[in-house]
């Protein structure tokens, strides 16, 4: 016969979760009643810091998120006390105690790691012995942004090693996948908005609206990030086995097309062709592949004509090397563009080995150019040419080759039915599509500082190292 200390625990224990959020409902209100809405978040801070000790994976997701979006600026925090540094700090803790407990040093083997060490190291030696004279800085009245922007890369670096220590089951890489596609697609969807409603960088072209910020208001970033949705999302609606689901998936990709025509970025526009190119070779031509794309192509150019505005249309379509280039809408954006490569240029030639300095670049062409101009050089390959120097150039180089080879090595196997990670078949697919586009668009846009590239690179490892487990446990499949 049971106890009645036996029958009220259990009960106890069912109710107890209940209790606890009552008590802090109760105690959130009380003290936003009586201190202010600020007092919330405090406890909010707890609640967020508990989630990443129990669940690390989430903290990731957080991570990202402060990447690629704008918190409210009591969220923010300021000076040393900001979201990423308290972040960064609970996970070297975390990860610490992981090295601690399992006594594996596998990450510090890694050759993306030490490709982005190496980087590091050539950004920092160019700042220092070929950066601007600060004497003469200072007497310009500028301040140079060196010391900002390496803090910066060391910062997406730290969260690349952060990410492949705690993203380490298929679970966690699908919810970090999928976030990422969700924040691309709501920064191409508030681009649309804002065109609909008449605005939009110069009242027709789309640009991320208050709330996202991973494009940084600039077009041609929006229209990357619709691709790379485009890209995963078309590779989810095939793995999915319910027809009726992979339909209602064609309006979402036709709408990001449809935000980067509305772009009018040529680039964008290249950039999706080589995303159609690389998915229609993928798929090998299938009838089916072919029928979603022609029905696809056919609603974007119906809603092109309906919603993009004229003078999008116009530039969008002049593309370099035709009259309409050189003398139509953008023709006088492909002249500034050239002109700005042929300064890089002259400025490699003066450092080939030690660039500038990472975020010296504006400072150091005002210098150089006669017409005293700070436009950004629109091409990644150059970026990492003047600041790194060609040694960097190449280390980069090499961390788009280790990736590429860690999706390949990843495809080989999870595109196998049999293969116990083939549910991530998907993910890997649109990886491979997302870092073509990547590389293509980094010849016309500067988009290497920004988390996209850190976040491929550390899915990649996340995927290669967990085939590679998977394949140590059955090694029948490693010849296969």
């Known amino acids: 016969m049971q106890t009645v200390g036996t029958v009220r625990a259990p009960v106890f224990r069912g109710y107890a979760p209940g209790i606890l959020l009552a008590t802090l409902a109760v105690l959130v209100g009380v003290t936003t009643v009586t201190v202010g809405p600020l007092a919330v978040l405090p406890v909010f801070g707890l609640l967020f810091l508990t989630l990443v000790l129990l669940r690390p994976e989430y903290g990731i997701a957080l991570f990202l998120s402060t990447f690629l979006m704008t918190y409210p600026q009591t969220l923010q925090g300021s000076g040393a006390l900001t979201i990423n540094n308290v972040l960064g700090g609970v996970f070297l803790v975390l990860l610490t105690y992981k090295v601690y407990q399992e006594e594996d040093w596998w990450f510090l083997r890694s050759p993306e790691l030490h490709l982005f060490l190496f980087i590091i190291l050539m950004f920092y030696l160019s700042g220092q012995l070929n950066g601007p004279d600060p004497r003469l800085v200072s007497l310009l009245g500028v301040q140079e942004h060196g010391a900002e922007n390496l803090r910066t ?6 969260f690349v090693l952060f990410f492949i220590n705690f993203i380490r089951t298929p679970q966690h890489v699908r919810m970090i996948y999928v976030l990422a596609l969700a924040f691309m697609v709501v920064s191409a969807l508030t681009g649309i908005q804002g065109v609909l409603r008449g605005g939009g960088l110069y009242g027709y072209r789309a640009t991320t609206q208050a709330g996202v910020i991973a494009s940084a208001f600039n077009p041609n970033r929006l229209a ?11 590779y989810l609606m095939r793995a999915l086995p319910i027809r009726l689901l992979q339909i209602g998936i064609i309006p979402t990709v036709v709408v ?15 950039g999706l062709a080589v995303c159609i190119a690389m998915i229609v070779l993928d798929e090998r031509l299938s009838i089916m592949a072919l029928l979603n794309l022609m029905l696809a192509m056919a609603l974007l150019v119906v809603l092109a004509l309906q919603f993009v505005p004229e003078r999008s249309l116009d530039r969008i379509v002049n593309l370099p090397g035709t009259t309409a280039g050189a003398q139509g809408e953008g023709s006088g ?10 300064v890089a240029f002259e400025m490699f030639r003066e450092n080939p080995i030690l660039g500038v300095g990472i975020g010296n670049w504006e400072l150091a062409r005002f210098l150089k150019d006669p017409a005293h101009i700070t436009a950004a050089p629109h091409s990644s390959y150059i970026l990492a040419l003047v600041e790194g120097g060609i040694l960097c150039l190449a280390a980069f180089l090499a961390l788009f080759w280790r990736t590429w080879q860690n999706i390949r090595l990843a495809e080989r196997h999870c595109m196998d039915p049999d293969f116990p990670l083939a549910g991530l078949g998907w993910i890997v697919k649109g990886m491979k599509t997302s870092l073509a586009v990547l590389a293509f668009f980094s010849l016309f846009a ?17 995927i290669r190292r967990l085939v590679e487990q998977t394949l140590g446990d059955q090694p029948a499949l490693a010849w296969q």
Request: charged share 10%; proline share 0%; hydrophobic share 65%.
């Open 333 to 342: 954006s492909l002249e500034r563009r050239e002109y700005g490569w042929l």
């Open 153 to 158: 890369f060391v910062t997406r670096v730290a």
């Open 224 to 234: 990357m990030f619709a691709i790379l949705a485009i890209a995963g999302l078309w």
């Open 446 to 462: 500067d988009l290497w500082q920004l988390v996209i590239l850190f976040w491929l690179v550390g899915l990649s490892i996340v």
């Open 256 to 270: 990001l097309a449809l935000s980067v025509v509305m772009s009018a970025s040529r680039s964008g526009l290249l």
